[in-house]
């Protein structure tokens, strides 16, 4: 069971807005603002979306967005596309015997 | 471009040893901290260990602790994972990262390690 909670999957229409949530504690999230994303297509190493909470990396497409509350992280994608379709993975440093944890994952589907 | 490529992964029969190195190009290697995280078949990325750019400091999850040490050799721009008494859980696809306050910048291809009798 991963230290982070994200949804399983998530699914939404071409040109919609979707979030994905990633919820921890206040060991991880809701103490560091080292929260970061990924997004992984199948068979392929992951990629850094967004860092720091809400940074995006040079080259990631200003649709990616990014903000925690509390305890839980959020990412948001706007004007979705075929291309958006993929795993996105949270991760956040943490207080505990294991500094660095990732969410279990989230398929999204473009539909 | 940073670059970086993993190598030793393959079968070994639990209980067994294997090495993992990862090669580093296109950026400064001493100024990085690095980083395993590793994947199982079907499963999500789970953290194995990190290391600050000149080794002092060392970080290990605890399913690997005791078993694992990573190193690095600075002159050859290499990161190692030596794995110890590795267990079938441990199958996985090991990637490296190149890593800055607890996160993964730049990931590798990965390398595959499967633990099986």
């Known amino acids: 069971q991963s230290a982070l909670t994200q949804p399983a999957s998530v699914s939404e229409s071409p040109g919609q807005s979707i979030t994905i949530s990633c919820t921890g504690s206040?060991?991880?999230?809701?103490?560091?603002?080292?929260v970061s994303w990924y997004q992984q297509y199948p068979g392929k190493a992951p990629k850094l979306v967004i860092y720091?909470?809400?940074n995006r990396p040079s080259g990631i497409s200003n649709r990616f967005s990014a903000s925690k509350s509390g305890n839980t992280a959020s990412l948001t994608i706007s004007g979705l596309q075929a291309e958006d379709e993929a795993y996105y993975y949270c991760?956040?440093?943490?207080?505990?015997?294991?500094?660095?944890?990732f969410g279990g994952g989230t398929k999204l589907t473009v539909l | 471009e940073v670059q970086l490529l993993e190598s030793g992964g393959g079968l070994v029969q639990p209980g067994g040893s294997l090495r993992l190195s990862c090669a580093a190009s296109?950026?400064?290697?001493?100024?990085?901290?690095m980083s395993w995280v590793r994947q199982a078949p079907g499963k999500g990325l789970e953290w194995v260990s990190s290391?600050?750019?000149?080794?002092?400091?060392?970080w290990y999850a605890d399913s690997v602790k005791g078993r694992f040490t990573i190193s690095r050799d600075n002159s050859k721009n290499t990161l190692y994972l030596q794995m110890n008494s590795l267990r079938a859980e441990d199958t996985a696809l090991y990637y490296c990262?190149?890593?800055?306050?607890?996160?993964?910048?730049?990931w590798g291809q990965g390398t595959l390690v499967t633990v099986s009798s």
């Open positions: 290391i600050t750019g000149t080794s002092t400091n060392t």
């Open positions: 720091d909470v809400s």
């Open positions: 991760s956040s440093y943490t207080r505990t015997s294991t500094p660095w944890v």
């Open positions: 990262a190149q890593t800055q306050f607890w996160t993964a910048y730049d």
């Open positions: 296109g950026f400064t290697f001493t100024s990085f901290a």
């Open positions: 206040s060991s991880d999230i809701g103490s560091y603002n080292y």
